[in-house]
């Protein structure tokens, strides 16, 4: 028993920072997906539409989008825990006066700054957990996009347990209760990682003109600048698809709106395969295993535009799932291969300021068309996108 413990505190230790900052990012995707599923409640309390609701999606991803390159140079040069810290302080801040916002304007305020504090983690937790972890990236990344995403699954069934009980600004006094408690987990640690990052930065800013050269030679190479295109195309069917999947499912299909509540945690749920595409990609090839998963992704797709039973539906759930959330920890690892060591973070701040832009217009494109033209077409369009980044994959091998 007693080597069981050693071992298991070992583990710990050796991996602690994956732990906390895979604590932070499920916080962060569980904040973000607390709205969706309260969609419905805005649009009867506050008299907003589809697009309306979507407008707001689209304005937290922005905002999440535009802080990017900045915190990844940031990041590079006073330490990148420091970042995570003061960030994961601000949007538990931001959640807690989503519930004390008296109008849907504030609470449209409110989700920007979110946006805008969420923005650095991920950003600056992949190029500190490859400093820490470079020999299995992929593996590491998938271990935190799993947890992380397990915070989407998670959050339409606070929501639906929380709003049966008391009123929905609950939910957000929950979310910022718990996410104040990891932060205070990870102050606690944050001093042992402080130190490796100043050194690092120095490493990585010693020379200005070296570093502006590092960037301009990442931003020249054609397979980087594709890849981020099709990684773009993803973060576009991501949020498309998970803005709005509850309300096509009850919209469109007839689903009842808890039917509709537990697919959408289904799909979060396929987040628990990212561990084993992730580890796939560094055995088999990173780019043969995205192109498969974009394939995966279109066939569910397309089952889902076209199935009218529960069942059907949930098959195509479950295969957007997986192949939505398999690609994330492919992706990332496939990334930090093509930029140049000792400008990850503001590289790899720049890429995901493109990533994030292109997907923060999803929301807002889907709920338009779905108001003007139906679902059915809004998700055809994500369909395409997803054959055009299939299609790119196999062309870049």
């Given at each position: 028993?007693?080597?069981?413990?050693?071992r298991v505190v070992?583990?710990?230790?050796?991996?602690?920072?994956?732990?906390?900052?895979?604590?932070?990012?499920?916080?962060?995707l569980?904040?973000?997906?607390?709205?969706?599923?309260?969609?419905?409640?805005?649009?009867?309390?506050?008299?907003?539409?589809?697009?309306?609701?979507?407008?707001?999606?689209?304005?937290l991803?922005?905002?999440?989008?535009?802080?990017?390159?900045p915190?990844?140079?940031?990041?590079?040069?006073?330490g990148?825990?420091?970042?995570?810290?003061?960030?994961?302080?601000?949007?538990?801040?931001?959640?807690?006066?989503?519930?004390?916002?008296?109008?849907?304007?504030?609470?449209?305020?409110?989700?920007?700054?979110?946006g805008i504090?969420?923005?650095?983690?991920?950003?600056?937790?992949?190029?500190?957990?490859?400093?820490?972890?470079?020999e299995?990236?992929?593996r590491?990344?998938?271990v935190?996009?799993?947890?992380?995403?397990?915070?989407?699954?998670?959050?339409?069934?606070?929501?639906?347990?929380?709003?049966?009980?008391f009123?929905?600004?609950?939910?957000?006094?929950?979310?910022?209760?718990?996410?104040?408690?990891?932060?205070?987990?990870?102050y606690?640690?944050?001093?042992?990682?402080?130190?490796?990052?100043?050194?690092?930065?120095?490493?990585?800013?010693?020379?200005?003109?070296?570093?502006?050269?590092?960037?301009?030679?990442?931003?020249?190479?054609?397979r980087?600048?594709?890849?981020v295109?099709?990684?773009?195309?993803?973060?576009?069917?991501?949020?498309?698809?998970?803005?709005?999947?509850?309300?096509?499912?009850?919209?469109?299909?007839?689903?009842?709106?808890?039917s509709?509540?537990?697919l959408?945690?289904v799909?979060?749920?396929?987040?628990?395969s990212?561990?084993?595409?992730?580890?796939?990609?560094?055995?088999?090839?990173?780019?043969?295993v995205?192109?498969?998963l974009?394939?995966?992704?279109f066939?569910?797709?397309?089952?889902?535009?076209?199935?009218?039973?529960?069942?059907?539906?949930?098959?195509?759930?479950?295969?957007?799932?997986?192949?939505?959330?398999?690609?994330?920890?492919?992706?990332?690892?496939?990334?930090?291969?093509?930029?140049?060591?000792?400008?990850g973070?503001?590289?790899?701040?720049?890429?995901?300021?493109?990533?994030?832009?292109?997907?923060a217009?999803?929301?807002?494109?889907?709920?338009?068309l779905?108001?003007?033209?139906?679902?059915?077409?809004?998700?055809?369009?994500?369909?395409?996108t997803?054959?055009?980044?299939?299609?790119?994959?196999?062309?870049?091998?």
């Open positions: 028993m007693g080597s069981v413990t050693n070992s583990t710990g230790r050796v991996y602690y920072l994956l732990i906390l900052v895979s604590l932070l990012w499920f916080m962060v569980f904040i973000r997906y607390l709205f969706p599923p309260l969609f419905g409640t805005f649009q009867s309390v506050y008299g907003v539409s589809n697009t309306q609701t979507g407008l707001l999606f689209t304005v991803m922005l905002a999440y989008s535009t802080v990017q390159f915190a990844g140079v940031i990041g590079d040069r006073v990148l825990s420091k970042v995570i810290l003061w960030s994961a302080i601000l949007f538990s801040a931001a959640t807690l006066l989503v519930a004390f916002s008296p109008s849907y304007v504030l609470i449209m305020v409110a989700a920007m700054i979110i504090s969420t923005g650095p983690q991920k950003t600056v937790a992949i190029p500190l957990l490859s400093r820490r972890y470079p299995h990236l992929g590491v990344l998938g935190m996009d799993t947890v992380g995403l397990f915070g989407g699954m998670a959050a339409p069934l606070v929501v639906v347990v929380l709003t049966g009980v009123v929905w600004q609950s939910v957000f006094v929950f979310a910022a209760g718990l996410s104040g408690l990891i932060v205070v987990l990870f606690l640690h944050v001093g042992r990682e402080q130190a490796t990052d100043a050194n690092e930065s120095d490493l990585s800013s010693s020379s200005e003109t070296q570093e502006s050269v590092s960037y301009k030679s990442a931003f020249t190479d054609r980087l600048l594709m890849f295109f099709i990684a773009g195309c993803h973060t576009f069917v991501w949020n498309g698809v998970s803005s709005f999947l509850p309300l096509f499912l009850t919209a469109e299909k007839g689903i009842s709106a808890a509709a509540g537990a959408y945690s799909l979060f749920a396929m987040g628990a990212q561990t084993i595409t992730g580890e796939s990609g560094d055995r088999f090839g990173k780019l043969t995205a192109f498969g974009f394939v995966l992704l066939i569910g797709v397309v089952l889902l535009i076209n199935s009218t039973s529960l069942v059907m539906i949930g098959i195509a759930t479950v295969i957007v799932g997986l192949g939505v959330q398999g690609l994330r920890p492919v992706r990332d690892a496939y990334l930090m291969d093509l930029i140049p060591d000792g400008v973070g503001g590289a790899l701040g720049a890429i995901r300021t493109f990533m994030t832009g292109v997907g217009l999803a929301p807002a494109t889907v709920g338009l779905s108001d003007v033209v139906g679902f059915t077409l809004a998700f055809t369009v994500i369909g395409a997803t054959a055009i980044a299939a299609l790119l994959t196999f062309l870049l091998r």
